[in-house]
């Protein structure tokens, strides 16, 4: 659920008239409700409320620090991918101890940031990571607090370029070489043992993927122990759909309950890293519409938002559901909606039913909330756009719409050119 509704026929978010706000700030813009981010993360965390458990909420998909804010100030951790993401995090008031790192390729100036804001714990994924944790936690003089991701070869049943889970992925360590890594790790000085990690996909849909995953790692965890090696915590990672068309994704309610009726006799702190079911529908991308043309195959309506604003059709072929701002009973159509970039892939939507729209209206691409924005470019020379989150009746503008100057900032051109 969301707070997108129509009022006297305006697309209205909470309180705000989205028109009102597209007049004032100008298109695109990336629009988000407050009110449904902080249900949808209450929702969520809630639903484990009876177990020891830690909401570290997905960096990667919605980056704002207002928002990373919001979830901080719920009782929220962060999962993050990156140096620049651990700054994001830091910088909105996360508290170290609510943050996991994660990622295939941390570098040694990002481990050694990470060791200087002292994390909760380093989702470790190769053998020659630990290698390098270990050298840089140990020029600190400091222990790490590592978990390793573990590859379960689960096949998450969603889009391939969104799973990671399976064998042929480029995530985490073998589950049939895990012990080794771990009986490794023990060894080293400067590294503490703690968890188990594990991320099988994104967009799933189905619990049971989720519960093949943990039953295999509930084995793993048995062959550690038997080794000595105790498990404090447990990160199952995220990956929990939403629906964008038609999917019936598990609500977390029932998702919860299907992982916690697993958890029998594991004495751990679960670490939850959700995303997209928290964003993904709290967020929409509104575009305005600048020419119509009717080609020989199809029709066209061409917005001032492309490929570069939100990835998503282009990358992954995903469906979003496009609404009018403004719906005065214009009906619709089967037409492509296109951006301004110069790529036959620069498309919002392509052969579905969009409302019929004229030069100047506005259109409100829905469920842009997850990986819109934190996967968007300045592809083209485009400046990149602004982001408003409305509260109530009131809305504000938490990041600007970017202008030329920012595009060329940092470059500049060497003496022998300058003649």
């Known amino acids: 659920m969301n707070h997108f509704i129509y009022r006297n026929q305006e697309l209205c978010c909470e309180e705000v008239e989205v028109a009102k706000i597209a007049a004032e700030v100008g298109t695109p813009f990336y629009l988000y409700s407050h009110a449904t981010l902080a249900r949808h993360f209450q929702t969520f965390d809630s639903s484990f409320a009876n177990i020891p458990h830690l909401s570290c909420f997905a960096v990667k998909s919605c980056s704002n620090i207002a928002i990373l804010r919001l979830f901080a100030q719920l009782g ?29 390729g941390k570098t040694r100036e990002e481990l050694a940031y990470a060791l200087r804001a002292n994390i909760l714990q380093f989702n470790v994924e190769s053998e020659q990571e ?14 790490a607090r590592v978990s390793f991701r573990v590859n379960p070869d689960v096949d998450p049943q969603t889009h391939a ?9 480029k995530f985490g360590i073998p589950i049939d070489q895990g012990v080794a890594v771990y009986l490794r790790a023990r060894e080293l000085a400067n590294i503490q043992v703690q968890g188990v990690s594990c991320h099988i996909g994104s967009q799933l849909t189905q619990v049971s993927p989720f519960i093949e995953s943990l039953r295999k790692l509930k084995n793993f965890i048995a062959r550690l122990q ?58 929409a991308l509104i575009t305005r519409v600048h020419y119509t043309k009717q080609g020989p195959a199809k029709k066209f309506v061409i917005v001032d938002a492309g490929m570069n604003d ?10 979003h559901a496009i609404r009018p701002v403004r719906d005065h009973g214009q009906g619709r159509e089967v037409a492509d909606v296109v951006g301004p970039i110069c790529e036959t892939g620069d498309f919002l939507s392509r052969d579905q039913e969009v409302p019929v729209s004229l030069p100047g209206e506005l259109l409100a691409v829905m469920s842009a909330g997850a990986y819109g924005f934190s996967m968007s470019s300045n592809y083209n020379s485009r400046p990149r756009v602004a982001e408003v989150l409305v509260a109530g009746a009131g809305y504000h503008v938490i990041r600007q719409r970017e202008n030329y100057e920012d595009l060329v900032r940092g470059e500049e051109i060497p003496a022998f050119l300058q003649s």
């Open 76 to 104: 929220g951790g962060a999962d993050i991918v990156s140096g620049g993401e651990l700054f994001r995090a830091l910088t909105a008031g996360v508290p170290p101890e609510r943050i996991v790192y994660s990622g295939v």
């Open 130 to 143: 630990l290698e390098a944790l270990q050298e840089v936690a140990a020029a600190a003089g400091v222990k």
């Open 161 to 169: 370029y969104i799973s990671t889970g399976l064998a042929k992925n």
């Open 226 to 283: 038997a080794e000595g090696i105790r498990i404090s915590h447990l990160d199952l990672g995220g990956g929990l759909g939403i629906q964008y068309r038609d999917e019936e994704p598990p609500h977390p309610e029932e998702y919860a309950q299907a992982i916690q009726a697993e958890l029998a006799g594991l004495d751990c702190t679960l670490i939850l890293e959700p995303g997209r079911v928290i964003v993904g529908n709290a967020g």
């Open 310 to 319: 939100l990835a998503r059709p282009s990358l992954y072929g995903a469906y």
